[in-house]
């Protein structure tokens, strides 16, 4: 049984999508599993053939259960290794699913000491050089503000590598890739973060299309379980709800989250003149056990950097 986060114990086989016997390929949805974020599919990693099935449809069972085995040609029976995709919690699962949050928050908050830190950046030059590209591209390709922010956390982390990764077993392990999850609104209510991979590889048009495709398949029930079960560091925007500064909690076992209020127009004081400039007020939540509140404001500081020359983005 895959977990989706802290907040997920158990979840409750609905279906199985292959039998005995069926041939396997590396990201086939192999079950369906309902949990109180919504009905999650399955999908398994790698090539083989389903050998059997160890759980019955309507049987709830904890995380970490094995669902099935699968084997390679000639090779003997190996636990699946799913992970989840999350659908649209139904109307009634709300409830569920606020306590399922609520749960995981104050896990977060009584187990890590958070460090919170904020800045202000002129986003003036980026909003600029914003305008001017979209000016160039028909209004299907055009880019939203979130994403120069998504690229710039993290090519950030290159910077300070300390605060992608996870607190596990007393320690801190790096993660395998920058995996930035993008925290979206459910429409019955309550979120999540998916995750876009390797982030700092990608483009802006490609990180804008994924962005969107995720928004789409968060609200419409299609995500899949890599998206969600590695995030290495999250980002809120709360931006769009007018608000201008928030101090996020950390989604153990991750080390850090980025949040962004609002682009807004503020007197602001450059070469001793005071002028009207573009900002917003960026902030960071971080577990002190893992990093020290100089490296959360390095962070900080290298996040600014990359927003002053978006070209580079």
């Known amino acids: 049984m895959p977990s989706l986060g802290a907040d997920m ?4 086989l609905v279906q199985w999508l292959k039998q005995p016997g069926d041939t396997l390929a590396r990201g086939d949805i192999i079950a369906i599993v309902d949990t109180e974020k919504g009905a999650i599919e399955i999908e398994v990693f ?5 050998d059997r099935t160890l759980v019955t449809p309507g049987q709830k069972v904890p995380v970490g259960t094995v669902l099935a085995m699968i084997r390679g040609a000639g090779e003997a029976a190996s636990p699946v290794a799913p992970a989840p995709a999350i659908a649209t919690a139904p109307a009634d699962k709300a409830t569920a699913m606020r306590s399922a949050i609520a749960a995981a928050m104050s896990r977060s908050k009584r187990e890590i000491p958070h460090v919170y830190l904020s800045t202000t950046i002129d986003m003036t030059k980026a909003m600029t050089w914003l305008a001017a590209e979209n000016e160039k591209r028909g209004v299907e390709r055009r880019l939203l503000p979130v994403v120069l922010l998504l690229k710039a956390v993290a090519k950030a982390v290159a910077d300070v590598p300390g605060l992608n990764g996870f607190w596990i077993d007393g320690t801190f392990k790096a993660g395998a890739g920058v995996h930035v999850g993008c925290a979206i609104a459910l429409r019955g209510g309550g979120l999540v973060a998916p995750a876009i991979h ?3 590889r990608k483009d ?3 990180i804008m299309r994924e962005l969107l495709d995720l928004t ?3 609200r419409g029930g299609t995500l899949r379980s890599s998206e969600l079960a590695d995030s290495t560091i999250t980002v809120t925007n709360l931006g ?7 101090f996020a909690v950390i989604h153990p076992p991750q080390v850090a989250i980025v949040a962004f209020g609002r682009v807004m127009s503020r007197p602001w004081v450059a070469d001793d003149h005071v002028e009207p400039r573009t900002v917003l007020t960026a902030t960071i939540s971080a577990d002190h056990r893992a990093v020290d509140g100089r490296q959360a404001g390095q962070f900080l500081a290298a996040i600014d ?4 020359i978006p070209e580079h983005l």
């Open 305 to 308: 950097r990359r927003l002053q």
């Open 240 to 246: 769009d709800l007018g608000v201008e500064e928030a």
């Open 9 to 12: 114990e158990a979840g409750t």
């Open 216 to 218: 789409g398949r968060v």
């Open 46 to 50: 790698e090539n083989g053939v389903l």
């Open 198 to 200: 390797d982030l700092d």
């Open 204 to 206: 802006l048009d490609t």
